[in-house]
């Protein structure tokens, strides 16, 4: 059974400050999604990684994934309160071919202060 | 695009009640997903639905949970009777299978409250 794990659950940072949230997942697959959810909304899709060493950044997020390693990282540069909310991780529950199944982490959540 | 479209937004009924939410999945796309998230649980994979075809029910939790898509534009979950533990916020997500880089499209979520 596909595993995923997200850490750590909760993290408070300082404006400006870096930080990095850590995915691992427990079984092969080559496609990984980061989302972002605001309290009381929906999931907005950040990042589609799909190849081991695929690196892709917008704006301050920056999200990395490592296949042989299963893990992939958000990173989080020169943090500002716009970025609070919780962010998820996602795994393509692969059978052989893209299936867009995700199995979704615990989610990050995220609150920088000020 | 509107995007995905769920209804209602809130729902509260007591318990024993029939509950049908409803989604409309962007036009164009083929497959379709019911999510659930709890605090407890976090978001868990309901069923989905590739060509209107429901493909994997696996995460269906009972049998009082019921979803069907008759056609390309229209999908509905179903539960009864309803029970306290259902209550939860249910997303609807479409995609289009075909690209390797497609992503989930997720609707705003039904919050669900059963007394």
């Known amino acids: 059974e596909l595993k995923v794990e997200q850490n750590p659950l909760f993290l408070s940072m300082q404006e400006g400050k870096n930080y990095t949230i850590y995915c691992n997942y427990s079984?092969?697959?080559?496609?990984l999604y980061w989302y972002r959810q605001d309290p009381g909304k929906s999931l907005e899709s950040l990042f589609v990684?799909?190849?081991?060493?695929a690196v892709k950044q917008e704006g301050r997020l920056m999200a990395s994934l490592d296949t042989k390693a299963r893990l992939s990282t958000l990173h989080i540069t020169a943090a500002v309160h716009d970025l609070s909310a919780t962010y998820f991780c996602?795994?393509?529950?692969?059978?052989?071919?893209?299936?867009?199944?995700?199995?979704f982490g615990t989610g990050t959540l995220l609150a920088v202060q000020p | 695009d509107a995007g995905v479209i769920q209804s209602p937004r809130h729902e509260v009924t007591e318990m024993g009640q029939e509950v049908t939410l409803r989604c409309k999945p962007i036009?164009?796309?083929?497959?379709l997903f019911w999510y659930r998230q709890t605090m407890m649980r976090g978001l868990e994979l309901l069923i989905y639905?590739?060509?209107?075809?429901?493909?994997?029910d696996s995460g269906m939790p009972e049998d009082r949970f019921s979803a069907k898509m008759p056609n390309a534009s229209f999908s509905t979950l179903k539960i009864q009777p309803s029970e306290p533990r259902d209550s939860a916020v249910y997303f609807c997500?479409?995609?289009?299978?075909?690209?390797?880089?497609?992503?989930?499209?997720f609707g705003s979520g039904t919050q669900l409250s059963v007394l």
């Open positions: 639905f590739n060509n209107n075809v429901p493909i994997d």
């Open positions: 997500a479409s995609s289009l299978r075909r690209a390797t880089n497609e992503k989930l499209f």
């Open positions: 996602a795994v393509d529950k692969s059978d052989g071919g893209a299936t867009n199944k995700l199995i």
């Open positions: 036009s164009g796309h083929n497959s």
């Open positions: 990684l799909l190849s081991n060493g």
């Open positions: 079984t092969t697959s080559d496609r």
